[in-house]
């Protein structure tokens, strides 16, 4: 803890989060005089992230992959999912509880050659 002239106080914390998430942290700060609690909290995003699947499979026949969603942060996830492109299908929602990994069944399934 730092003080200045002004009679500020300056107190450098570093955070360094390994996964995407939400951190709560409380600072306590005590005097002869006073006492301070500051709550803190930090909302880490990942990176966007791109993706790609190749899909191999005989025209009217179905292949599934299931793509793994990891849940790291400290609430449940309620997801939903629009897919684009013919031939792709798959549940519009998905649960992820907390500290969890999800498999999404992705499906491919042609009906033609493409």
């Known amino acids: 803890l730092f003080l200045d002239g002004s009679g500020a106080a300056e107190l450098p914390i570093k955070f360094i989060p390994q996964y995407a998430g939400r951190y709560h942290c409380q600072i306590l700060l005590k005097s002869s005089r006073d ?27 179905a292949v599934i992959q299931d793509i793994p969603i990891n849940n790291m942060s400290n609430q449940d996830w309620k ?36």
């Open 35 to 61: 006492v301070r609690v500051y709550e803190i909290e930090c909302v880490v995003n990942t990176d966007h992230a791109e993706a790609e699947i190749e899909f191999v499979t005989p025209a009217y026949q």
């Open 79 to 114: 997801l939903q999912a629009i897919l684009e492109g013919q031939g792709f299908y798959g549940p519009t929602l998905i649960n992820v509880g907390l500290g969890e990994t999800a498999l999404y069944p992705l499906m491919f399934k042609p009906t033609a050659e493409c």
